[in-house]
């Protein structure tokens, strides 16, 4: 079994930041891509970021410039840095990664998501 939590989630002023988190735990033996989406009310889920177990990073028009993502790979940890947040960045974001718990075969898991709201 394996699990993602995300953190770092809030209310946050229209120009702020917000630093989000997501821990792998489990019986994993390693971790490939890892990655941000978000869904905001009545839309569907989209993809913000991704980011290889190397480090490359990639980013959708919804993340490019204004996110960082990273991982800290010991840790099992992917991180979102949002800056200059916008009302229209308001939605429930999760984390998504390839986990290994066999040897050579990768499943993705899903966290249950942390609340992310813009006021203007």
């Known amino acids: 079994q394996a699990h993602l939590v995300e953190s770092g989630g809030g209310l946050v002023q229209a120009g702020g930041s917000l630093r989000l988190s997501c821990v792998a735990s489990g019986s994993i033996l390693s971790i490939n891509a890892m990655g941000w989406y978000r869904q905001a009310p009545g839309k569907q889920r989209e993809l913000v970021a991704t980011i290889t177990s190397g480090g490359s990073t990639s980013y959708t028009d919804s993340g490019k410039g204004r996110f960082t993502i990273s991982r800290d790979n010991a840790k099992n940890t992917v991180y979102l840095q949002m800056n200059s947040l916008k009302a229209e960045d308001t939605a429930v974001y999760y984390c998504?990664?390839?986990?290994?718990?066999?040897?050579?075969?990768?499943?993705?898991?899903w966290g249950q998501g942390t609340q992310v709201t813009v006021s203007s």
């Open positions: 998504s990664a390839e986990l290994s718990l066999r040897p050579g075969i990768y499943s993705v898991y």
